[in-house]
């Protein structure tokens, strides 16, 4: 069932957290036990195939020595990039399960990390405290966006960075949902919301600068079967590549933020 509810209701964020603790592990690619090297590395290959977009817009290498932390880092396979890169890393989440994970991540592959579990809502940071901030598959599944966005504002540096993700109301992917039902993932979980480009710029409007991005279009599916599958790989995806980019932009099924916290005037751009 697909839930849209408002508030920090307790019974809501214990049922959000159970829900990860069951599924942050549940990657249908994935041929290994969880929490071992191998599973690690055949779910970040097959995020980063189908995420295309992440090594080719995401400022990996960007903050050599800087404090970053990541909201919602479930294993952690993004912030491990941002640690290759010299960043000094946080990683929080809601379930347990997901910091266990996060941290037998960095331990196979040598990295230095601190994990913690915690409320994206409610972060245990001094004000100030990061020089970027990473809320990547986090916001849609929260009982209070709003409540969490302010939160990353707070922490944030003055003049800091943060990239927060949505999922876009008018995406391509929502459109074959509706019509063809095909699957998106973790539509079950106990909240999930989805945005439009306008509705996601007003909860950024805390900061001083806001560029969102629409991204994630169609890439082959290697998990889902059957005739709807095989549509999807043979026919839709080469008719959708056919259409115009100034048709199919916005359509993307993410919605990146990248904002910055700043004490200057306040301006804002949408590609």
């Not at 910091?99 to 040598?110: C, H, M, P, S, Y």
């Not at 709003?146 to 990239?163: C, K, S, T, Y």
């Amino acid at each position: 069932m697909v839930a849209d509810r408002a508030g920090d209701d307790a019974a809501v964020k214990t049922a959000v957290r159970d829900y990860w603790n069951r599924h942050v592990h549940d990657w249908k690619v994935a041929k290994h036990p969880a929490g071992t090297l191998e599973f690690f590395r055949e779910i970040e290959d097959y995020r980063f195939e189908k995420l295309e977009y992440l090594d080719r817009i995401m400022p990996f290498d960007g903050y050599n020595g800087k404090q970053v932390l990541e909201v919602g880092c479930g294993v952690a396979n993004d912030l491990t990039r941002f640690a290759k890169g010299g960043a000094q890393v946080v990683g929080i989440d809601l379930a347990e399960h997901s910091i266990e994970l996060a941290r037998k991540n960095f331990d196979f592959r040598g990295l230095n990390g601190t994990f913690v579990v915690m409320d994206g809502e409610d972060l245990q940071f001094p004000d100030d405290s990061f020089d970027f901030v990473y809320c990547h598959t986090v916001l849609h599944f929260t009982p209070n966006p709003a409540r969490m966005i302010r939160e990353i504002h707070r922490v944030l540096r003055p003049d800091g960075q943060a990239i927060i993700m949505t999922v876009n109301e008018k995406s391509w992917m929502n459109y074959l949902h509706r019509i063809f039902k095909v699957q998106i993932d973790h539509l079950d979980s106990p909240v999930f919301r989805k945005y439009t480009l306008a509705g996601f710029r007003s909860m950024l409007d805390s900061f001083s600068e806001v560029t969102i991005v629409p991204e994630r279009f169609p890439v082959a599916t290697k998990v889902h079967e059957g005739l709807k599958a095989k549509l999807y790989n043979k026919i839709f995806i080469g008719a959708f590549r056919l259409l115009p980019d100034t048709w199919m932009r916005s359509s993307g099924h993410h919605l990146l933020g990248f904002v910055r916290k700043s004490d200057q005037h306040r301006h804002r751009v949408d590609s």
